[in-house]
């Protein structure tokens, strides 16, 4: 396998999370399937997989075809130097919305916010640990 994807557990939600900085578009096709609603999903498509121009992240809903678990997949674009914590908190905030809208939380502008808040803090502590090298630190298995 070219690509190195970590995967975390979340433990509560019955969903995966992928992040990965090295990939091979062909094997990512393969293996993961682009969610389009919770009854449809489709092939990815180039544009999934691929940055636009200032893009330093990229976050996909998918589902992964081998082991049929929700999968949000998080790609880093490491050509870029400039990546921030604040884009990383970006990307997790994006997979927040995507996992709890599968699970049908209510909107949280009208509720507390606080257990999005601590989902998307274990989000960007699993992003920050693949950017930093140190998937480990936070249960990151290497998937085969």
Not at 10 to 15: A, G, K, L, R, T
Not at 37 to 64: I, M, P, R
Request: hydrophobic share 35%; glycine share 4%.
């Amino acid at each position: 396998m070219k690509s190195k994807l970590y995967s975390f557990n979340p433990v509560i939600y019955p969903f995966r999370l992928v992040v990965t900085k090295s990939f091979d578009e062909e094997e990512m096709k393969a293996r993961f399937s682009r969610v389009e609603s919770k009854s449809s999903c489709v092939d990815l498509k180039d544009e999934d997989l691929q940055f636009g121009g200032t893009e330093s992240a990229h976050t996909t809903a998918a589902a992964d075809r081998e082991t049929s678990f929700l999968t949000e997949l998080i790609l880093l674009n490491v050509s870029r130097d400039d990546i921030s914590v604040g884009s990383l908190s970006h990307e997790a905030m994006h997979a927040v919305a995507d996992m709890t809208s599968w699970f049908g939380f209510p909107d949280f502008a009208n509720y507390t916010s606080e257990p999005y808040c601590y989902l998307e803090e274990w989000i960007t502590d699993c992003i920050y640990s693949v950017f930093t090298d140190k998937p480990e630190s936070m249960g990151g298995e290497l998937l085969k």
